[in-house]
């Protein structure tokens, strides 16, 4: 009987192992193609920010020099970091807000409820392009059509690219058009918000208004966080508008130049690539930050189900 219990255990030990290796085989494209395209780069940009690299040469290492460059010898770099800033504060409530309005209109809408979805995504799918960016510098250039628009009411052309207090903005815009996918997401979490609240709440005579704050808001936290650090995140890998409209320069007097472009600029213009580096991965860890703010914070705002129960 021992005998025979130990064939088994080894039979199973076998049939578990094959098991195992079958799931492994299945993910191994994405574990490969992880390995090589995402944590050796990581691993020697790590060690690229500590060293003088030009891609001409080996690397000369130089220790916290590129860091302590950043912070207290690159008046530049702590423009981007205003210029994102102010990128990200903006376009990221502009996004949410227009995702949030549009959601609840198009929950209200029953006929053609699939057809208005479907274009109102559409800006998300194209709106990073190159295409759209260099549309939108067209639109905003001094004889475009915005400037058109103002003609036409008597108002004098106003020169949106070339001046450093405008041009930026122009970026905000393009952004805020580009409110499919939260838009998407929004809908999704009022769909799930129980119908028999809002009856019961008409029953006590509440308003529409009364109805969006007390009961909408609060059960679309969850979604609200969620749609928050993901545009958090994406606003600051912000790269293509910025890079398109300012022809790669960042201009007018650094008014556009967000931190990816200059992380670019310094890697693939300056070839300075362990300055780049340096920069990635402050940039890394200011993103981790802010969302470990953002859900820290939650738990003071976010309401979830189980405590409605």
Known sequence: ????????????????????????????????????????????SLYLSFTDYSMLGAPNWLGMANYQKMFWGDDTYWQSVRVTLV?????VPMRLICALLIAVLLDRVTAGAGLFRTVLY????IGGSVAVSVMWKQLFSDNGAVNALLALVGIHPISWLGNPHTALWTLVLLAGW??????LIFLAGLKNIPKELYEAANVDGAG?????????LPMLTPVILFNVVMQVIQSFLAFTPS????????????GTLLYVLYVFRNAFVFFKMGYASAMAWVLLAAIAICTAIIFRSSSYWVHY?????
């Open 122 to 125: 559409i800006p998300s799918l």
């Open 305 to 309: 189900e189980s405590e409605s129960e």
């Open 208 to 216: 529409g208004l009364q109805n969006f704050f007390r009961i909408t």
């Open 1 to 44: 009987m021992a005998g025979k219990g130990h064939v088994a255990v080894r039979r199973l030990k076998f049939r578990t192992g094959n098991r195992n290796l079958a799931g492994y085989l299945f993910i191994s494209p994405f574990l490969i193609g992880f390995i090589t395209l995402t944590a050796l780069p990581m691993v020697a």
């Open 87 to 91: 990128y990200v504060l903006t376009s």
């Open 178 to 183: 580009q409110f499919g996918s939260p838009m």
């Open 243 to 254: 890079y398109i409209i300012s022809n790669g320069q960042g201009d007018p007097l650094g």
